[in-house]
């Protein structure tokens, strides 16, 4: 056996718990996650049945914890993790999959398929077969402070630009704020509106806020390559920032895995609850709508629809609350069918969209977005993660599919009653 | 027209403006930080803001400079490059100059232009390391001199 492989198979002990085996034995073997996945959907081929992108996992737990499995081994007749194995599945782990967890809530025995490919990706990383753009995001995630790049000097440019703009005063490393706001790459590269939106609505509800110049960065790429000690590298400079300037609340941006990584993951890797509560934007901005601090007027025209980031809604449970936000602004709000829990994933979540080989796949993905929008015919779609957000308006655009795509918090900030009572 | 000095006084200007002035304002914007992207696609839309071309013509403008700024962006994840992404922020200005009302936030397409041709100088500023070059106070004095033409 090859170093390699040797390394992947002790990675994957390491992830076979009571709950994997658990997972794996009790597999019937039904088909029906097939059918919950995207990318078997969209494309027809079987390699990508969620349960069979287990493979490597399922043959390491089979020939190390099952009785026959151990005389397999004894024999010679066990199934082997190889490194061709490994190579061929690197593709099936991480280009198609978005860890959207659709999967896991079809699964009638109850397995969770997608923490298991999470899982899986562990043993991936560790022996070296992770894509290249996932390995390039997280090792500037680690080296930078961001999984494309961006420094401090860019998000102070980007205050500037939206200090200018709107006459507000961003605050900076303020000790004792309620709130630290962080913010993806993404966010600050290609949507700055998101800042602004922020520093509108924050100055109008009078809430004390803050950003960290030691951590602005909310996006994990640990967790989408599957590496928990980048992940816990990335969340704990969060929970240090924010422990030293003693916030109350750690505000993730409109970024689902980030969510998931801030709220659910990083407790569990750091190894001790947060001194902080961690919430999603859209939570926030739900409890100062019902505190009565977030005040709107007007209504959108056009007929409106909302995108469910996977980890925000079906991972995350933050279900209600963009409904609510949305229909202070939206009258013509129609839900997408399969919308909330069951929703269809934009096709690029879990690295995909960092794995540039993924581009034709993701696109063909995008088509089952295509159909439940195809059902409803909006005039304009709605959602609250920037990396759903571009490839939304990829898929669309590839799709001639005339469709404005808006990120909730903007379009809240845009039906803003303003008084200039502007306080940063 | 007094002398436009301030953003309160810019916004007010530019929501007075006719719908077709306000592409034709966004124009001059766009023109300013046009050489930071080579896309026809984009230089073209800009030409039709200024001109003020048929629905079909606006629609096809507008066609061409939102597939420019996609083709721009920067990948989630990817390294980015701040040079190409002013070209994204170009491509967006240019994009909202022709874009049909629905399309364009605050309803203003002169004010997305602005807004966007600024974030394009702050990128080169980023790029370069310098000092953003106040693209705000050179809008000011374009459309003033736009109002008095």
């Known amino acids: ?424 | 027209m007094a002398e436009i000095k301030n953003e309160a006084a810019f916004r007010q200007a530019l929501d007075g403006l006719a719908l077709a002035d306000q592409r034709k304002a966004g124009a001059l914007f766009v023109r300013a930080v046009l050489p930071l992207i080579e896309d026809e696609r984009v230089a073209g839309a800009v030409e039709v803001a200024a001109k003020g071309g048929s629905d079909e013509a606006l629609a096809a403008a507008f066609q061409g400079a939102r597939r420019a700024s996609i083709d721009w962006h920067t990948r989630c994840g990817a390294e980015g490059d701040w040079k190409e992404q002013a070209a994204y922020f170009v491509a967006r200005a240019a994009a909202a100059c022709v874009a049909p009302p629905g399309h364009v936030k605050s309803g203003n397409p002169a004010w997305q232009a602005a807004v966007n041709a600024r974030m394009a100088r702050t990128s080169v500023a980023i790029d370069e390391d310098g000092t953003a070059v106040r693209e705000n106070e050179a809008q000011y004095r374009l459309l003033g001199e736009f109002l008095k033409a």
């Open chain 1, 1 to 424: 056996m090859t170093d390699r492989a040797k390394i992947a198979i002790n990675a994957f002990k390491e992830q076979i718990d009571g709950a994997v085996s658990a997972y794996l034995s009790s597999c019937v073997h039904c088909g029906l996650c097939a059918h919950a996945c995207l990318f078997f959907n969209e494309t027809g081929d079987p390699r990508y049945t969620p349960i069979h992108k287990l493979e490597p996992l399922r043959r390491v737990w089979w020939s190390e914890y099952t009785l026959f499995g151990k005389l397999a081994l004894l024999v010679g007749l066990a199934p082997k993790v190889t490194e061709e194995l490994l190579a061929e599945w690197q593709e099936l782990t991480y280009n198609a999959c978005s860890l959207c967890g659709r999967c896991s809530m079809v699964c009638p025995v109850g397995n969770d398929i997608a923490g298991m490919i999470r899982k899986q990706r562990e043993g991936m990383v560790a022996a070296g077969y992770s894509p290249d753009g996932l390995k390039g995001a997280s090792t500037r995630a680690v080296k930078i402070g961001s999984p494309m790049g961006v420094t401090w000097k860019a998000v102070a440019a980007q205050i500037g630009h939206v200090e200018n703009d709107t006459g507000l005063q961003i605050p900076v490393d303020k000790d004792g704020a309620d709130y630290l706001v962080l913010m993806s790459s993404m966010e600050i590269m290609n949507y700055p509106e998101y800042l602004e939106a922020i520093a509108r609505i924050f100055s109008e509800a009078g809430v004390s806020w803050t950003l960290s110049s030691q951590a602005f960065e909310a996006t994990n790429s640990g967790i989408q390559i599957g590496s928990s000690d980048i992940a816990r590298e990335l969340v704990s400079r969060i929970v240090a920032a924010a422990e030293k300037l003693g916030v109350k609340t750690v505000i993730s941006p409109e970024c689902g895995h980030a969510y998931t990584a801030l709220r659910w993951d990083g407790p569990n890797l750091i190894g001790r609850p947060y001194k902080f509560k961690a919430r999603h934007i859209l939570e926030v901005l739900d409890e100062l709508r019902a505190a009565g601090k977030l005040k709107t007027e007007g209504f959108e025209e056009e007929r409106m629809t909302f995108h469910d980031p996977c980890q925000l809604v079906r991972r995350g449970g933050v279900l209600e609350q963009p409904r609510r936000l949305v229909k202070m602004v939206v009258k013509d709000f129609v839900d997408m069918p399969e919308a909330g829990k069951m929703n269809w994933c934009c096709g690029a979540g879990g690295g995909v969209s960092a794995i540039e080989e993924a581009g034709e796949l993701k696109l063909t993905a995008f088509n089952a977005k295509k159909r439940q929008l195809e059902a409803v015919k909006p005039d304009k779609l709605i959602t609250a993660c920037a990396n759903c957000r571009i490839q939304l308006e990829e898929g669309l655009e590839e799709n001639n599919m005339d469709i404005p795509v808006i990120g909730l918090t903007e379009l809240l900030a845009e039906h803003l009653v303003e008084t200039g009572k502007a306080e940063g």
